[in-house]
């Protein structure tokens, strides 16, 4: 699908037309969900955004200016949910621990993968605003310093800059004999 | 495997795993709640249209929803009364109900305080204005600085400067929004250049060639000692540049004849140029051992007239890798080099080569005389990329080597931090080509910059092989003593392969030191062979050395008398010398060497003149610093205090502020112990 049917389709979506937009957030639904899948390492949070991101998306689908990129708007939009939902389960107490894993969904290999996954999330949750998206834009989605700056809507030196850090926390990051990270400092 | 810090592919990998697929239900639930937020959404819109297209209902819509006559404005709506009885309340107070002489003061007071209230409102605007240029002006600032970490050698100056305009206009002008965004563009990623650029220059990685302190010699052993001169003054400088930082320098660092030799001694002049030297010696007792002597040997060398100065031929070669880029690296070298460019002569050549990932020559051999020429050249240059020195090396020998001038002064002057990390780069293989080289008469000055990561040993041995001296430059004062104060000794030779052997009488010395000269020390058969390399000395040069000997018959000595070998009869015929001097040199044409020999008699006959008196003392305070810095053995029961002491009383005219600078020095030390 090429970029001008894709907002072709966007400007019909946008005038009201259900069937447009219905064609266009079944072409989105699967990176929305790839995403949110890495912003939190586990299949139900995952959904969690992903339901908040496509509720957003219809409502917010008119004030698409054609500006930026669509993707990197929606980029924007499911960052935003996520951080929403977040704050939201905070709110509520959630303990981490029962939302760890759930082995049942996913074959082992992934389960494991998945700690990890959820180890490096913690530490850059750690870290300060902006750091996590920077990582996730660039080395998960594979877009340049440029891209993750306008979709950040920071300056691209802000983005280098961020990557760079995280790269020194991660030299603090021991592999583990059973092959996992701890902190060693 | 284990313990392996985390990297980047790991990060990468980790987050590009591809997640499970979504579940196909939920994501059915997902699509259905999002249409039904999408029809929802859709619905206001569609009532709305249909409200444009009746204008009469707008109206009455618009009457009915009016909040404009709300709040504060209440009291304005067109209602008869507040409240629903039609009676004035009583109680509460209202400005009507007020006392008529209380109404006047009511309302001045509200016209003061809201007076007050709109002159604090400017000044909070005010100041939050001027905060946003201040903050700008920094940012900008930064950023332009960061702006010179160019990656490229040869990138013209000019981008610099325009974005500098940009800078300038955009601190003064009052529409600075709409000017930030592109100077921000204009700055790519300044921040992690920045990171890495300044990472290697905390790290201590200052690289100094080991050596030990000569030992005390028992002349019944060892009679002869012999050294080559050293008029390099690296070792000073670098120890002051620690020192002013409030360190002692680390003990290798501290070369002790470079210290001594870094003061411009008032020796007497030779008076011709046939015998380019004179020597001068004299014994003093040692101020820091009782009973022990010092031998001090002051070599005065000849200063040319300003006729007699030579034509030459200079190539500089500038490291312009990524590790000079510092403010105490680069930007000095082209300060010191235009420095250089108003010591010389119209007439002479200047070449300019450079070396960065690859050398390459920036200026041919241009005169003098096209001075803006040379200086556009050595202000075009920028830092950047790794280090190939060995090939910049080649290259400023094939320079100079072109241009070559057979009367006058062929050198390549070389300034580095020292750090080659590309090509060869050992220092024995550089020492080979460095020598096969000098055979051709061309010198090679090493200018040493910047800390952190200098390479002394690299420097010494390049300047050591390639018939030249090597110089710390700290400052650009530093700068001006050795390229404008002392250009001639620097550029121009007036001897090379001098050595000094000093031959101790076992009648009247028991045992003997070397201060200084670890790193010059030949062997005793050397001296007199031609083919070995020793060092050069400049114009008007002056080299010193000074031994410290215990005197038979002194209870001060260290080492004990042999059980076994026959004590030596004192011959009374021969105890009036201490010691035999011999000197030898080159001229720098020939290749065949002069000899200069000068017995050190025990008692002087002739009064020593009074201000030499005071240079060699000053001498002495020196090297009894380096021997503290150094925390030398033999350094008896001297302090800082006592070098102090010493040098005030030894500072004599001090034109140019270096002894009064040393006695700052040894106060540092002191403090920094």
């Not at chain 2, 200098?454 to 041995?461: H, I, L, S, V």
């Amino acid at each position: 699908m090429n970029a001008a049917d894709q907002s072709e389709l966007i400007r019909t979506a946008q005038g009201g037309d259900s069937q447009a937009f219905a064609q266009l957030l079944a072409n989105q639904y699967d990176s929305i969900y790839r995403f949110a899948y890495r912003w939190c390492g586990n299949p139900s949070d995952a959904e969690d955004i992903t339901q908040l991101a496509c509720i957003k998306l219809a409502q917010t689908i008119a004030q698409f200016r054609f500006e930026a990129a669509f993707s990197s708007w929606l980029y924007r939009l499911v960052i935003n949910c996520a951080k929403d939902w977040y704050k939201s389960q905070n709110r509520h107490q959630h303990d981490n621990i029962d939302h760890w894993i759930e082995p049942e969904r996913a074959p082992d290999q992934t389960a494991e993968n998945s700690i990890y996954l959820q180890q490096l999330l913690g530490l850059l949750d750690q870290m300060a605003e902006g750091f996590k998206e920077a990582a996730l834009l660039v080395h998960g989605e594979g877009l340049s310093h440029a891209e993750a700056a306008a979709i950040l809507q920071v300056k691209e030196s802000t983005v280098s800059w961020r990557l760079h850090e995280i790269r020194k926390q991660l030299q603090l990051l021991q592999q583990q004999p059973d092959g996992s990270w701890e902190l060693s400092l | 495997m284990n313990k392996t810090p985390m990297n980047e592919d790991d990060l990468k990998q980790l987050l590009q795993q591809q997640p499970p697929a979504p579940d196909a239900e939920t994501k059915a639930r997902h699509m259905a709640a999002a249409m039904a937020a999408f029809s929802a959404q859709q619905k206001p819109e569609v009532e709305n249209l249909s409200t444009v297209a009746t204008p009469a209902n707008e109206t009455c819509a618009s009457e009915k929803k009016s909040n404009i006559l709300q709040g504060f404005f209440q009291r304005l709506r067109l209602t008869r009364d507040t409240n629903h009885h039609g009676t004035k309340p009583m109680n509460t107070s209202s400005f009507e109900q007020r006392p008529f002489w209380q109404k006047p003061a009511l309302i001045s007071g509200i016209a003061a305080s809201s007076l007050a209230v709109l002159a604090g409102l400017t000044f909070m605007q005010h100041l939050m204005i001027n905060s946003d240029q201040e903050e700008l002006a920094a940012r900008i600032a930064e950023q332009s600085l960061s702006k010179t970490v160019p990656l490229i050698v040869q990138e013209p100056a000019a981008e610099a400067s325009v974005s500098l305009q940009r800078v300038e206009k955009i601190a003064i002008s009052p529409k600075m929004k709409a000017e930030v965004q592109p100077m921000a563009l204009a700055a790519p990623a300044p921040m992690v250049e920045e990171i890495i650029v300044n990472q290697p220059s905390q790290e201590f990685r200052d690289r100094f060639e080991d050596f030990k302190e000569n030992s005390v010699i028992a002349t019944s052993e060892n009679p002869v000692s012999t050294f080559s001169i050293d008029v390099d003054t690296a070792s000073y400088s670098f120890v002051r540049r620690m020192l002013n930082n409030g360190q002692l320098p680390e003990k290798d660092a501290v070369r002790t004849e470079e210290m001594i030799n870094y003061f411009d001694y008032a020796y007497p002049l030779p008076r011709d140029k046939k015998t380019p030297f004179v020597t001068y010696t004299s014994v003093i007792d040692s101020p820091w051992k009782a009973g022990n002597k010092l031998i001090h040997i002051g070599i005065q060398g000849y200063q040319l007239a300003a006729s007699e100065i030579p034509q030459s031929n200079l190539v500089f070669l500038l490291d312009v890798s990524g590790s000079m880029d510092e403010p105490s690296k680069l930007p000095l070298v082209k300060q010191s080099m235009s420095l250089l460019l108003d010591t010389l002569k119209p007439d002479d050549t200047i070449a300019i080569a450079v070396y960065a990932g690859a050398a390459g020559t920036v200026l041919e051999p241009t005169k003098v005389k096209e001075k803006s020429k040379i200086l556009a050249a050595l202000n075009n240059l920028q830092a950047g990329g790794s280090t190939a020195g060995a090939e910049g090396i080649a290259l400023a020998y094939q320079l100079a080597e072109a241009n070559f001038n057979a009367k006058g002064v062929n050198r390549i002057i070389l300034a580095t931090d020292g750090d080659f990390n590309v090509g060869q780069t050992g220092d024995e293989q550089l020492q080979d080509f460095v020598e096969r080289k000098r055979e051709k008469g061309i010198y090679l000055s090493v200018l040493g910059f910047g800390q952190g990561n200098y390479q002394d040993a690299m420097m010494q041995t390049l300047a050591q092989n390639g018939n030249g001296t090597a110089a710390y430059i700290d400052t650009l004062s530093e700068a001006q003593k050795v390229l404008v104060t002392e250009a001639t000794s620097t550029l121009f030779p007036i001897a090379k392969d001098v050595k000094i052997q000093v031959e101790f009488n076992p009648n009247t010395v028991k045992e003997y030191r070397l201060i200084g000269y670890e790193t010059r020390a030949l062997n005793r058969e050397d001296f007199s062979n031609d083919k070995v390399d020793a060092g050069e000395i400049g114009a008007g040069q002056r080299v010193t050395a000074i031994y410290e000997i215990t005197p038979v018959g002194a209870q001060s000595g260290l080492l004990e008398d042999s059980r076994y070998q026959p004590k030596n009869k004192v011959d009374a015929s021969n105890s009036s010398e201490y010691a035999f001097l011999r000197l030898r040199y080159k001229l720098p044409s020939e290749t065949k060497s002069n000899l200069i020999e000068t017995p050190i008699a025990v008692a002087r006959k002739v009064k020593i003149n009074a201000e030499y008196q005071q240079e060699v003392n000053f001498s002495i305070a020196v090297a009894g610093f380096a021997q503290l810095l150094k925390g030398s053995n033999y350094a008896g029961n001297f302090t800082y205090d006592k070098v102090i002491e010493l040098a005030q009383a030894n500072k004599g005219k001090d034109e140019y502020g270096y002894r009064t600078e040393f006695v700052q020095l040894v106060r540092k030390a002191k403090v920094a112990q």
